[in-house]
DNA sequence: TTGTATGCGTTATCAG
DNA sequence: CTGATAACGCATACAA
């Protein structure tokens, strides 16, 4: 264990040069009047000490931390290890890291102390905040939300959140529209807990494509299971194929892992895919391609989807937000039909 | 946008309560001498108003921060959406918040500043470091380890640098010993890059049960590529498999998606898995069981190993570290054999 | 153009 | 047992 290098202040700069403490702070925030000379020789000697004004009495002082906060709750229990969530988590790190921002998590508590999100965010005075999945009807989302802090979401829709999220309807029609061009009547299709904003719209979009095409539809084709992941999905399936008195032609899953563990139900139950039943996923995650059969999807555009959440959340923090964008503003990223082999030719 | 509901600071509830700011500070922090009645009272209003210390300036007071940094260097280029150490990264992040600490992920830069690692974490007062994946060679790196900054590894081994891993020869041991019992003779390994500890060791291990076993091995039985994900890998096992002058009757696959890779090249050959060759796989992640056929693979437990570097490094920070373990404590975690379908009966 | 004084919210030291 | 005071490192208003 060494000794810590002590770390440089604006004190030791300023004694150093001969100067005080606030010239030099002056300096480095190209603020207030300086003359040229000083400027410049302050200027190399920091860069040469790699000088960096110290984080947290900055922060203390300034009242605002340079740092978005992630809301990440775990509706879905994985966590970072979410294939869809976890991607635009990176995507979005990746675009903020570039702007001079950090993330942290937003957890509820402080030490030993229990906040809510609000509170915590308060503290630590974090800038602005990425939901990335939330519970609508979770008081601490409700405060923060309507708080002062900035937030924008890559997932739920809110009065007055803005956010930025998949044109789900148009992915459940791209999908809808393959099917029936490679000669599917009948679709059904199986979707995860309602009480997530896109499994909802999905079923929405769903609905009014079977009223539109008068597709033959059966009750019995459509069902939405509760919990999340790949072997609920299985499980679930299993008795959901048992249900019907005839199999539909075609499905559309509303997520990839849903439509992995149907589509290995379905072969446990003596199914060929895509000869006997088609199926289409949802997200386009990694392992898509290299599932057996490679699943035919909807890509869900997860850079995109993030680099817009985190454009609209830095001009909401920096006030540049255009004249009558103040309102919310929901922004839909197109989706993309990815065709592979689980829908037949 | 609403405006900030102001934050209680000590000297509130010290006017609110008619005493001084270092009295509610001394009973926040059960240190000093304060009469019961006192303490009562102020722990009872504290409590009703939820005030929490403001953390910025606690830290800048306390020179330390509660808070660990990650660095997830991106040498495997998918950060968060890496399937193992995504996953060693949200039980490590359960784990020490549970504790009362947070995690951040270390950048190299602040603001618009470029800083070292340890720059970083001094600059932050962060408490103590996980490295989850890095360059031994990265001089940021080496700096950051022999700092007074406690640090601890979840998969590189330096001098002094205590670190939690899995066992890596006892599970190619597993490996290698199940293919024999399965009457496997001739046995390759499909390896990573070199400069991963994890795949050196593997390698080692791999060889040296070759000779220990007598089996007949041709050396390009053995490949190491470069680069990660399952794309590469499949690519490159098609470059490998056209190199065989005969094919071996088994391989180790060093990583899931290596395995997963070779397995589809392998079958785009002609090969049938497990009836021609049969693979085996190592960390078993998510998708190995659902992949066709199902994965044999060792797993890591990643939930352990993650906690043992948690209470490594807690320990450490605490100064708790017992008597004759301030040296480099290298934790091995044992592995499992998953034995699924890609290995024959 | 540069320097001084003060406050950000805590906590630790030291009187009272 | 309690309270004033200083200090953490920086940034700003104001004085020189």
């Known amino acids: 264990m060494k000794s810590p290098k002590p770390r440089q202040t604006i004190y030791d700069i300023a004694r150093d040069m001969e100067l005080s403490p606030s010239t030099i702070s002056k300096i480095l925030h190209h603020t207030g009047k300086v003359s040229e000379a000083t400027r410049k ?16 009495a900055r922060i203390l002082k300034a009242k605002h931390s340079w740092t978005i906060g992630i809301v990440f709750s775990d509706i879905a229990s994985f966590g970072l290890e979410h294939p869809f969530f976890g991607s635009v ?3 979005f790190k990746n675009y903020v890291e570039k702007k001079g921002f950090e993330i942290v998590f937003i957890v509820k508590k402080l030490g030993q102390a229990e906040l809510t999100y609000y509170e915590w965010c308060q503290n630590k005075s974090v800038d602005g905040v990425l939901l990335l999945t939330g519970d609508l009807n979770d008081p601490d989302i409700i405060e923060l939300v309507s708080s002062e802090i900035p937030c924008v979401s890559a997932d739920i ?6 956010s930025s999220m998949s044109d789900d309807k148009m992915g459940i029609e791209l999908g809808f529209q393959h099917l029936l061009n490679i000669g599917c009547r009948s679709i059904g299709a199986y979707c995860g807990p309602l009480s997530s904003r896109a499994y909802a719209e999905r079923t929405q979009a769903f609905r009014s494509l079977i009223e539109k095409h008068h597709t033959p539809f059966e009750e019995s084709w459509y069902t ?24 539909p032609e075609a499905i559309l899953a ?13 072969k446990v139950k003596g199914y060929r895919i895509p000869q006997d039943i088609s199926v289409i996923g949802y997200d386009d995650i990694a392992f898509a391609g290299m599932f057996n059969p490679p699943l035919t999807t909807i890509r869900q555009n997860k850079v995109a989807i993030a680099e817009s959440a985190a454009e609209i959340l830095l001009n909401l923090i920096n006030g540049e937000t255009a004249e009558g964008e103040e309102e919310q503003q929901v922004h839909r990223i197109p989706v993309q039909l990815v065709i592979r082999e689980s829908t037949r030719k």
């Not at 920091?46 to 000088?51: E, I």
């Not at 999905?233 to 199999?247: P, Q, R, T």
């Open 41 to 56: 020789r302050v200027l190399e000697y920091v860069k040469k000490t790699g000088f960096v004004a110290n984080s947290n």
């Open 89 to 91: 988590l990176q995507a």
């Open 157 to 162: 829709i809110m009065p007055g959140l803005h």
């Open 224 to 247: 939405n299971i509760n919990g999340y992941g790949y072997q609920n999905a299985y499980d679930n399936a299993l008795k959901w194929i048992a249900s019907w008195k005839k199999a």
């Open 254 to 266: 509303f997520s990839d892992d849903m439509a992995m563990g149907l589509i290995n139900a379905l």
